[in-house]
Protein backbone atom coordinates (compact mmCIF):
# COMPACT_ATOMS: atom_id res chain seq x y z
CA UNK A 1 0.00 0.00 0.00
CA UNK A 2 1.82 3.01 -1.04
CA UNK A 3 1.86 6.20 1.15
CA UNK A 4 1.40 9.73 0.57
CA UNK A 5 2.77 10.86 -2.76
CA UNK A 6 3.59 14.97 -3.14
CA UNK A 7 5.08 15.78 -6.61
CA UNK A 8 7.25 17.44 -7.29
CA UNK A 9 9.67 16.70 -4.33
CA UNK A 10 11.60 19.74 -5.02
CA UNK A 11 9.59 22.80 -7.16
CA UNK A 12 11.76 26.27 -8.76
CA UNK A 13 9.76 29.00 -9.50
CA UNK A 14 10.38 32.94 -10.51
CA UNK A 15 8.44 35.73 -8.65
CA UNK A 16 4.72 36.10 -10.26
CA UNK A 17 4.55 32.44 -11.82
CA UNK A 18 2.59 30.02 -10.46
CA UNK A 19 3.48 27.13 -8.53
CA UNK A 20 0.89 23.78 -8.35
CA UNK A 21 1.84 20.60 -6.09
CA UNK A 22 0.21 17.71 -6.21
CA UNK A 23 -0.98 15.16 -3.13
CA UNK A 24 -2.06 11.73 -4.08
CA UNK A 25 -3.20 10.30 -0.33
CA UNK A 26 -2.94 6.81 0.93
CA UNK A 27 -5.53 4.26 -1.02
CA UNK A 28 -8.68 4.71 0.98
CA UNK A 29 -8.05 7.68 2.76
CA UNK A 30 -10.81 10.59 1.88
CA UNK A 31 -9.49 13.69 3.87
CA UNK A 32 -6.27 15.34 2.94
CA UNK A 33 -4.48 18.31 4.83
CA UNK A 34 -1.93 20.77 3.70
CA UNK A 35 1.03 22.42 6.01
CA UNK A 36 3.59 24.21 5.79
CA UNK A 37 6.74 24.62 7.18
CA UNK A 38 9.15 28.13 6.69
CA UNK A 39 12.69 27.20 7.72
CA UNK A 40 13.53 26.28 11.07
CA UNK A 41 10.07 26.60 11.93
CA UNK A 42 7.11 23.84 12.78
CA UNK A 43 4.56 22.97 10.20
CA UNK A 44 1.82 25.23 9.83
CA UNK A 45 -1.82 24.21 9.22
CA UNK A 46 -3.29 25.38 5.98
CA UNK A 47 -6.39 23.70 4.65
CA UNK A 48 -8.63 20.51 5.68
CA UNK A 49 -10.12 18.79 2.43
CA UNK A 50 -12.35 16.15 1.65
CA UNK A 51 -13.29 15.14 -1.77
CA UNK A 52 -14.85 18.06 -3.23
CA UNK A 53 -15.35 20.00 -0.44
CA UNK A 54 -12.81 22.51 1.53
CA UNK A 55 -13.60 21.69 5.55
CA UNK A 56 -11.60 24.49 7.09
CA UNK A 57 -9.17 26.76 5.48
CA UNK A 58 -8.62 28.93 8.42
CA UNK A 59 -4.71 28.72 8.20
CA UNK A 60 -4.74 29.71 4.35
CA UNK A 61 -3.46 33.16 3.24
CA UNK A 62 -6.67 34.68 1.50
CA UNK A 63 -5.36 35.65 -1.53
CA UNK A 64 -3.23 34.00 -3.77
CA UNK A 65 -3.43 30.45 -2.35
CA UNK A 66 -6.38 27.85 -3.65
CA UNK A 67 -6.90 24.14 -3.23
CA UNK A 68 -8.70 21.80 -4.20
CA UNK A 69 -9.40 17.86 -4.27
CA UNK A 70 -11.68 16.82 -6.66
CA UNK A 71 -13.84 13.91 -6.98
CA UNK A 72 -10.95 12.13 -9.37
CA UNK A 73 -7.51 12.61 -9.08
CA UNK A 74 -4.59 14.39 -6.54
CA UNK A 75 -5.39 17.29 -4.41
CA UNK A 76 -4.00 20.48 -5.44
CA UNK A 77 -2.48 23.21 -3.65
CA UNK A 78 -1.88 26.20 -6.08
CA UNK A 79 -0.14 29.47 -5.28
CA UNK A 80 -0.32 31.81 -7.85
CA UNK A 81 1.99 35.40 -7.96
CA UNK A 82 4.69 33.49 -6.35
CA UNK A 83 6.76 35.95 -3.73
CA UNK A 84 10.02 35.12 -2.04
CA UNK A 85 8.00 34.59 1.53
CA UNK A 86 6.53 31.26 -0.04
CA UNK A 87 9.40 29.78 -0.25
CA UNK A 88 8.91 26.63 2.14
CA UNK A 89 8.31 23.23 2.44
CA UNK A 90 4.50 21.90 1.86
CA UNK A 91 3.83 18.78 3.12
CA UNK A 92 -0.10 17.01 2.68
CA UNK A 93 -1.14 14.54 4.98
CA UNK A 94 -4.10 11.65 4.71
CA UNK A 95 -6.19 10.00 6.82
CA UNK A 96 -9.54 8.01 6.60
CA UNK A 97 -13.28 8.90 7.79
CA UNK A 98 -13.01 10.78 11.11
CA UNK A 99 -15.34 8.32 13.19
CA UNK A 100 -15.06 10.05 16.52
CA UNK A 101 -12.02 11.51 18.73
CA UNK A 102 -8.90 10.99 16.49
CA UNK A 103 -7.45 10.00 12.91
CA UNK A 104 -3.92 9.30 12.64
CA UNK A 105 -2.48 11.55 9.86
CA UNK A 106 -0.28 10.29 7.64
CA UNK A 107 2.29 12.94 5.77
CA UNK A 108 4.28 12.42 2.57
CA UNK A 109 7.76 13.09 1.73
CA UNK A 110 6.99 16.96 0.87
CA UNK A 111 7.50 19.77 -2.05
CA UNK A 112 10.27 21.91 -1.07
CA UNK A 113 9.12 25.26 -3.17
CA UNK A 114 12.27 27.54 -4.15
CA UNK A 115 11.14 31.41 -5.19
CA UNK A 116 13.99 32.87 -6.97
CA UNK B 1 -6.02 29.27 20.62
CA UNK B 2 -3.66 26.79 20.81
CA UNK B 3 -0.17 27.01 21.30
CA UNK B 4 2.85 24.49 21.47
CA UNK B 5 6.33 25.53 22.75
CA UNK B 6 9.70 23.90 22.90
CA UNK B 7 12.00 25.33 24.48
CA UNK B 8 15.08 23.70 23.39
CA UNK B 9 16.38 24.43 19.92
CA UNK B 10 18.95 21.86 19.79
CA UNK B 11 20.22 19.10 22.18
CA UNK B 12 23.03 16.24 21.91
CA UNK B 13 23.54 12.98 23.39
CA UNK B 14 25.90 10.54 23.26
CA UNK B 15 25.13 7.23 21.77
CA UNK B 16 23.24 4.53 24.15
CA UNK B 17 22.26 7.12 26.63
CA UNK B 18 19.06 8.65 27.40
CA UNK B 19 17.83 11.76 26.51
CA UNK B 20 14.21 14.22 27.63
CA UNK B 21 12.92 16.35 25.31
CA UNK B 22 10.73 19.20 26.80
CA UNK B 23 7.14 20.37 25.55
CA UNK B 24 4.31 22.32 26.97
CA UNK B 25 1.27 23.90 25.38
CA UNK B 26 -1.78 26.35 26.06
CA UNK B 27 -5.30 24.91 25.63
CA UNK B 28 -8.78 25.37 27.45
CA UNK B 29 -9.81 21.93 25.81
CA UNK B 30 -10.53 19.12 28.11
CA UNK B 31 -9.82 16.42 25.71
CA UNK B 32 -7.33 16.23 22.91
CA UNK B 33 -4.11 14.60 22.07
CA UNK B 34 -0.37 15.18 21.88
CA UNK B 35 2.06 13.93 19.28
CA UNK B 36 5.60 13.37 19.28
CA UNK B 37 6.36 13.45 15.63
CA UNK B 38 10.63 12.81 13.97
CA UNK B 39 11.53 14.38 10.89
CA UNK B 40 15.08 13.09 9.41
CA UNK B 41 16.91 14.86 7.48
CA UNK B 42 15.00 13.09 4.68
CA UNK B 43 12.29 15.67 5.34
CA UNK B 44 9.76 12.69 5.97
CA UNK B 45 7.68 13.43 8.89
CA UNK B 46 7.33 10.77 11.39
CA UNK B 47 4.85 9.73 13.91
CA UNK B 48 7.12 8.82 17.24
CA UNK B 49 4.38 8.15 19.89
CA UNK B 50 0.82 9.63 20.62
CA UNK B 51 -1.15 10.49 23.94
CA UNK B 52 -5.18 11.14 24.66
CA UNK B 53 -5.19 13.58 27.24
CA UNK B 54 -7.45 11.13 28.57
CA UNK B 55 -5.46 8.40 29.38
CA UNK B 56 -3.71 8.54 32.79
CA UNK B 57 -0.91 6.27 31.69
CA UNK B 58 2.10 7.47 30.00
CA UNK B 59 2.70 5.93 25.96
CA UNK B 60 5.46 4.17 25.70
CA UNK B 61 6.32 2.86 22.32
CA UNK B 62 9.63 0.72 22.47
CA UNK B 63 12.20 3.10 23.67
CA UNK B 64 10.29 5.81 23.33
CA UNK B 65 7.86 6.83 26.02
CA UNK B 66 6.52 9.81 27.18
CA UNK B 67 5.50 11.92 30.53
CA UNK B 68 2.26 13.66 30.41
CA UNK B 69 1.73 16.17 32.96
CA UNK B 70 -1.96 16.98 32.56
CA UNK B 71 -2.35 19.55 35.43
CA UNK B 72 1.03 20.87 34.69
CA UNK B 73 0.44 20.93 30.52
CA UNK B 74 3.44 19.22 30.06
CA UNK B 75 4.56 16.22 27.36
CA UNK B 76 8.01 15.32 27.25
CA UNK B 77 9.28 12.66 25.05
CA UNK B 78 12.53 10.53 26.38
CA UNK B 79 14.35 8.24 24.57
CA UNK B 80 16.57 5.23 26.18
CA UNK B 81 19.33 3.95 24.44
CA UNK B 82 20.12 6.54 21.83
CA UNK B 83 20.68 5.45 18.44
CA UNK B 84 22.21 7.03 15.99
CA UNK B 85 19.38 6.82 14.02
CA UNK B 86 17.51 8.82 16.66
CA UNK B 87 19.65 12.29 15.01
CA UNK B 88 16.57 14.61 13.59
CA UNK B 89 14.34 17.23 14.34
CA UNK B 90 11.64 16.09 16.65
CA UNK B 91 8.14 18.16 16.61
CA UNK B 92 5.46 18.16 19.66
CA UNK B 93 1.52 18.18 18.19
CA UNK B 94 -1.55 18.92 19.61
CA UNK B 95 -4.66 18.51 18.15
CA UNK B 96 -8.23 18.96 19.75
CA UNK B 97 -10.63 15.94 20.04
CA UNK B 98 -12.80 16.16 16.98
CA UNK B 99 -10.53 18.33 14.90
CA UNK B 100 -7.76 18.12 12.21
CA UNK B 101 -5.71 20.70 12.25
CA UNK B 102 -2.60 19.80 14.29
CA UNK B 103 -0.65 22.68 16.22
CA UNK B 104 2.98 22.23 15.73
CA UNK B 105 5.84 23.32 17.94
CA UNK B 106 9.36 24.97 16.50
CA UNK B 107 10.84 21.81 16.92
CA UNK B 108 14.07 20.47 18.40
CA UNK B 109 16.95 19.34 16.74
CA UNK B 110 18.68 16.26 18.29
CA UNK B 111 22.02 14.95 17.36
CA UNK B 112 23.22 11.59 18.48
CA UNK B 113 27.14 11.04 19.05
CA UNK B 114 28.98 8.05 18.81
Known amino acids: NAGVMQNPRHLVRRRGQEARLRCSPM?????VYWYRQLPEEGLKFMVY????????ESGMPKERFSAEFPKEGPSILRIQQVVRGDSAAYFC??????????????FGPGTRLTVL | AQTVTQSQPEMSVQEAETVTLSCTYD???????LFWYKQPPSRQMILVIR??????QNATENRFSVNFQKAAKSFSLKISDSQLGDTAMYFC???????????FGAGTRLTVKP
Open chain 1, 27 to 31: KGHSH
Open chain 2, 93 to 103: AFMKNNNNDMR
Open chain 2, 27 to 33: TSESNYY
Open chain 2, 51 to 56: QEAYKQ
Open chain 1, 49 to 56: LQKENIID
Open chain 1, 93 to 106: ASSTTITGGYNEQF
